[in-house]
């Protein structure tokens, strides 16, 4: 199997969903899920990488999407509020447990949430799969509880199952309280953890082809349209901080997280992924964006085409 189509292979692999009071009764670890044929992939074992550029970041993590190769680390198993980016996790349990064409009604439990929002409006009808991508492109909060109490009756049902698909992915230092990833006490995951997370999304077909939009327009019930626009300064192609080759994922922010972001890109059929939790809005684009193209072996990285 070439490496460009490692991605798309894999992704076949999941097994299908028990639909019960335990959702995911014995799905396998990200090991089981990520191990197509690495022929044509094994130059990563002796890739030489010079040192890191540097991150500010409390904790972080740059590894290879297929092998799970770690090119660099710091504070990766520090327990750490990760904010927006356990949608990642949201979104798995989503599209492992419910069929996307299921319809959802928004009530006054999912509007009653804190920014960002849609905003959603108590009555207003969307598929999940709609609903999925406000989670993710836009990082709608009212759409994360929506999408939470759809699949599994409540919120807090539904964070349980995050927990339970969390450690079955091998994510053993994360426990998860809420859909949104807005602060909750109890509630906490590690940079290593969370790229589990990510190599788990990237195999997911569905969570791929979402995260790795700039931009979306959906229309609401009433006609209207909804132009989303990515949180993920790398993916949209107005910023100066623009990546032509990022494929994903996923933004976050919270006073007590701070600055988060799962980023991911490939280049020549390399996929990598970055890790960066506890950084600041005035650097996480710039040393996110370094990393990336570091890991590629892309010095000096390529100047955006946007």
Not at 168 to 189: D, H, I, T, V
């Amino acid at each position: 199997m070439k490496r460009r189509t490692l991605l798309s292979h894999a992704a076949l692999a999941l097994p299908g969903v028990a639909f019960a009071a335990s959702p995911f009764p014995s799905r396998p670890a990200v090991e089981d899920l990520l191990a197509p044929d690495q022929d044509g992939y094994q130059d990563w074992k002796i890739l030489r990488l010079p040192p890191a550029p540097p991150t500010t970041a409390k904790s972080c993590m740059v590894l290879d999407a297929v092998t799970g190769t770690v090119f660099f680390e710091r504070n990766a198993d520090e327990r750490r509020p990760v904010a927006s980016t356990q949608k990642l996790v949201s979104a798995i349990v989503c599209t492992e447990s419910t069929p996307l064409e299921r319809v959802a009604t928004v009530t006054p439990f999912d509007t009653a949430v804190e920014p960002h929002k849609m905003p959603l409006v108590v009555g207003e009808q969307y598929p999940l799969r709609t609903l999925l991508q406000v989670m993710l492109i836009e990082s709608c909060n009212d759409a994360a509880r929506c999408v939470a109490r759809t699949c599994a009756g409540s919120e807090d049902r539904f964070a349980e199952w995050m927990t339970k698909r969390a450690f079955q992915l091998g994510m053993k230092n994360s426990q998860f309280r809420n859909a949104s990833g807005l602060p909750a006490e109890g509630q906490y995951s590690t940079a290593r953890d969370m790229s589990r997370a990510a190599r788990a999304a990237l195999y997911n077909p569905t969570i791929r082809g979402i995260v790795g939009q700039g931009e979306l327009t959906v229309t609401r019930p009433d006609g209207r349209v909804k132009k989303l626009q990515s949180t993920n300064y790398l993916l949209r192609r107005s910023s100066s901080f623009h990546l032509p080759i990022c494929t994903g994922m996923k933004t976050g922010f919270t006073n007590a997280a701070g600055k988060c972001l799962v980023s991911s890109a490939t280049y020549r059929g390399r996929s990598v992924i970055c890790i960066m939790l506890g950084s600041s809005s005035k650097v996480i684009w710039k040393e996110s964006r370094n990393l990336l193209n570091w890991s590629l072996g892309l010095t000096p990285p390529p100047k955006s085409s946007g």
